[in-house]
């Protein structure tokens, strides 16, 4: 059952493609402390088959106009990579806090402009690393933080399976699409180099800092076969930390992501889902003082609304932000492109000095 509260975040949601039909919408109709206050979209077939379903109080065809509306006070940015920057900025400039899709963009220079918009908006922007909000993950995070002590080792991974299209399309309803949608100049999966490490590194770089904070340098290798690609990235947190992250596009098995996690106090193992399941992640803390293993249900796996109701907290309630601030979303880029050029190279690269593109 939904419970809304009183006071509740409007909401807009520019881009009613696939992300914003699998995540967002949704989220907006379904989150305790938001509303779905109005819909943008260019492709006006599109937006009248999302307003009908989802019927927002208002629906926009040009972004600018949406951004004029004084009743609006946050949106969603779900369009395409190329379009996080110019858009997040423009929302923001408008006086709207925002939630953008990761990543917040492709290179170091982008990130930071869209971090110096921020400070100089005075507004709250939140990057869309929606794992964060996996309960069970953030009892993992809850634990590292408080009794795990110094922490040892990290080992990640987050490998894509060959088989995940026919998991998902057997669980999600088929997207609407338009012939009229706004696409970006060129092909984003021409360079599937780039395109991998965005769309999935992103997620895995983000859980490592996550859980274990600041990555400070990176050596990575990259093997492609059969048209598959697999990154080994040799990482070193900022608190002596070491850490193993394995990214694998595609592996001939079902989904695989997860980490094992070796500290002073305990140690935790986890197992985590294709996000489309909507389901938490197994998660198994050790306890070293009494022996003792624990495993947190995580019910509530709708990562997507839980990330839009701690937005809302934020905004509303003047709590801290429990999700990826830009500074985050920029730390993801900055190890991101360190890791391809380390790739180039051979060689080990510190994140601090790194600029450019993945």
Request: proline share 4%.
């Amino acid at each position: 059952m939904i419970r809304k509260q009183d006071r509740r975040l409007r909401v807009g949601v520019l881009g009613c493609g696939p992300i914003a039909q699998f995540a967002h919408l949704e989220s907006c109709v379904k989150a305790s402390n938001a509303d779905l206050y109005a819909i943008c979209d260019a492709a006006p077939d599109l937006l009248a088959r999302m307003g009908a379903t989802y019927e927002p109080e208002k629906m926009y065809g040009d972004y600018d106009a949406m951004l004029a509306d004084p009743q609006l006070e946050a949106v969603i940015v779900a369009t395409s990579d190329a379009y996080h920057v110019p858009m997040s900025i423009k929302a923001l400039e408008a006086g709207k806090h925002v939630l953008c899709e990761k990543p917040i963009g492709v290179s170091v220079e982008e990130g930071q402009k869209l971090a110096d918009a921020v400070k100089l908006s005075g507004k709250m922007l939140q990057v869309g690393h929606m794992k964060r909000f996996d309960p069970a993950l953030e009892a993992a995070r809850d634990f590292v933080r408080d009794e795990m002590g110094e922490i040892l080792a990290l080992k990640a991974w987050y490998c894509d399976s060959t088989h995940r299209y026919t998991n998902t399309d057997a669980v999600q309803p088929l997207p609407v699409t338009s012939k009229l949608a706004r696409k970006p100049a060129g092909n984003p999966k021409a360079d599937l180099r780039q395109y991998f490490m965005l769309a999935h590194g992103s997620h895995l770089v983000d859980t490592a800092r996550f859980l274990c904070g600041e990555i400070v340098a990176v050596r990575a290798r990259l093997n492609e076969r059969f048209g598959a690609y697999c990154w080994f990235v040799e990482t070193e947190f900022a608190n002596g930390a070491l850490g193993h992250l394995d990214l694998t596009v595609a592996v001939r098995m079902d989904w695989h992501e997860g980490f094992q996690l070796y500290g002073e106090n305990g140690s935790v193992i986890a197992k985590t889902f294709n996000p489309w399941y909507f389901r938490a992640s197994e998660v198994d803390i050790f306890h070293e003082k009494d022996a003792t293993s624990r495993k947190p249900l995580g019910a509530d796996g709708h990562f997507f609304r839980r990330q839009l109701e701690g937005l809302a907290e934020t905004v509303l309630d003047g709590k801290p932000m429990r999700g990826a601030n830009v500074d985050d979303g920029l730390a993801s880029i900055r190890a991101m492109v360190a890791i391809a050029r380390s790739v180039e190279s051979g060689e080990r690269v510190e994140i601090a000095s790194i600029t450019g593109a993945v």
